[in-house]
């Protein structure tokens, strides 16, 4: 929420918390058929997506979300071919997919366009690969197109998507993973965005159970810093398919990557594997 023209406060009421950016001026405000979004210009953030009251995007640590939902997941898969990402309409998590020159196709589904339209004009260093021959920018039901989707078409599926409320709350169930499970190849992976392990411990446990319920094998969580979003730390869940291990990565190739990250490495792939207690005692392992 807006207190006032200097500062805009996400407020997490039930934790008890808020963050606050200030502003230099509010740059755009429009309400979708879908949802609410406001793109400000703060003093130290750079440019801010927010939608629906919730910080969605900035220029400042933007990296460290679409690094952490990309690369480990890319470099677990033995050799990604066709990746899906369903919501991303920054475009930033497509941008780091296509970096991998392995890659053939790469389909965004999202649901509001205004979203990637908004994003080509505020935040054009994330839409870098919107032009790339092997994108296909869909704006669809991501769920929808899920379900229709062929057969072990698809060797990587990232839910890159909003909190889970709204348009987003069927990605979070177990019939949604289902499907993932029939698009995806045996050697397949999902990875999906998994909120704070900090607030929303019980939403990580329901979504593992939800996974594995649709069949997935094994299910690791990823965490990483995310300074804008509730409580500073986020976290990935990846699930496997059947036959590709999470434990393990091509840690040679990352080592050894022919593209520039500012977070993601292979010393950051290997930490972010490692559970904290409350977690392990949590169940998540």
């Not at 900035?58 to 480990?72: A, G, V």
Request: charged fraction near 30%.
């Amino acid at each position: 929420m807006a207190l006032d023209d200097t500062w805009f406060t996400e407020i997490h009421g039930k934790d008890g918390s808020a963050f606050s950016l200030k502003l230099k001026e509010k740059l755009h405000e429009e309400r979708t058929p879908f949802q609410h979004i406001e793109i400000y210009d703060t003093e130290a953030f750079g440019k801010l997506m927010v939608i629906d009251g919730c910080y969605m995007v900035s220029s400042r640590d933007n990296f460290l979300y679409h690094e952490m939902m990309t690369h480990p997941a890319l470099f677990t898969h033995p050799d990604p071919k066709k990746v899906l990402i369903i919501g991303g309409g920054d475009c930033g998590t497509l941008r780091e997919v296509l970096k991998h020159r392995d890659v053939e196709r790469a389909w965004q589904v999202d649901i509001d366009e205004a979203v990637t339209r908004l994003s080509e004009t505020y935040f054009p260093e994330l839409c870098d690969s919107n032009g790339d021959i092997r994108a296909r920018l869909l704006f669809e039901d991501g769920i929808k197109w899920v379900q229709e989707a062929e057969e072990a078409s698809i060797d990587i599926i990232i839910v890159d998507s909003t909190d889970p409320v709204g348009p987003a709350e069927g990605l979070f169930t177990e019939a949604f993973y289902r499907d993932c499970q029939h698009a995806l190849q045996t050697d397949g992976i999902l990875v999906q965005q998994s909120e704070s392990p900090l607030y929303h411990l019980e939403l990580l446990k329901r979504m593992r159970k939800a996974m594995r319920n649709a069949g997935f094998r094994e299910i690791q969580t990823l965490y990483y810093p995310q300074p804008c979003y509730p409580s500073g730390w986020w976290s990935a869940t990846m699930a496997n398919k059947e036959t590709t291990g999470l434990d393990g990565f091509r840690e040679n190739d990352v080592r050894n990557k022919i593209f520039k990250t500012r977070y993601y490495n292979a010393d950051i792939h290997k930490a972010a594997l490692a559970q904290p207690e409350f977690c392990k005692e949590a169940g998540l392992v």
